[in-house]
């Protein structure tokens, strides 16, 4: 590092006569040299450094993200704020979204000083983690700062869902729903769209679902989420509503 730092001057023919070893004057100059291509890496590692440190805190869901699995087992650093769509800390559900993405947070790795409710304000201190599906938070702090209004929600067509690029994302489905089910609170909801079949979850729901929400067809506001298997692979939708205040009802269909 040393040679390559005090010779960088071999562009310009410079020659050092200061001995490295002693300290004394040598009449004979000596010119200590490297290979110029090293100099240039060693410039560009230090611009390297310089524009993206080690361990720098990660400020967005989108970038958390784009990290590969094994690039978020390493527990980077988090820090974003952003609302809260759905929660469950029953089932261990916690989906928050800022400006640029949605994304998964480990409730049950996590502390909150207050209740989380949808629609909380929140500044989410964390670590990366490889998630089931993708990319996530977890071991956080989660800090109630504030309200916010939901995101804008994305509809997009069935097909462009199935791929799971908008897993985590606040959006918009409309179905027929065939058949429910209830347990430990949560109500469970099977729909068919055009596209296909797909999942609505809801913890706040009409008592009366089985009779006003069985063969209806319903909009829906929520969190879309993938359904997958071992491999990451997407095998199906589900969509997370946080209150019946999202669900609407279209029509009541014959069959």
């Known amino acids: 590092y040393l040679r390559c ?28 040299t490297c290979h110029p291509n090293s100099v240039v890496l060693l410039l560009l590692v230090g611009c390297l450094l310089l524009a993206r440190p080690i361990n720098a805190t990660i400020t967005t869901a989108a970038e958390v993200r784009q990290l590969a699995p094994e690039e978020a087992r390493k527990e980077l650093p988090v820090s974003i704020r952003a609302v809260v769509t759905y929660v469950n800390t029953k089932s261990g559900e916690l989906f928050v979204q800022d400006s640029s993405a949605g994304i ?44 916010a209004e939901m995101p804008k929600a994305v509809d997009l067509p069935f097909d462009k869902i199935l791929t799971g690029e908008q897993d985590s994302q606040w959006g918009h489905l409309v179905g027929l729903v065939r058949s429910g089910r209830e347990e430990a609170g949560v109500l469970y909801l099977n729909a068919v769209t055009s596209g296909g079949a797909f999942l609505i979850i809801m913890k706040d729901y009409p008592p009366n679902w089985a009779t006003t929400l069985v063969d209806s067809k319903v909009s829906l506001d929520g969190v879309l989420a993938a359904v997958f298997n071992e491999h990451r692979q997407v095998t199906g939708v589900r969509i997370f509503v946080p209150s019946r205040g999202f669900l609407h009802l279209d029509r009541k269909s014959v069959v």
């Open 5 to 32: 730092a005090r010779t960088a001057g071999r562009y310009s023919n410079m020659t050092w006569s200061d001995s490295l070893v002693t300290g004394r004057r040598r009449n004979s100059a000596t010119l200590l």
């Open 104 to 147: 998964f947070v480990f409730i049950r790795n996590s502390t909150s000083d207050i209740v989380l409710r949808s629609g909380q304000l929140v500044k989410v201190e964390g670590v990366t983690a490889a998630g089931d599906f993708a990319s996530s938070i977890t071991k956080a702090r989660v800090t109630v700062i504030g309200h």
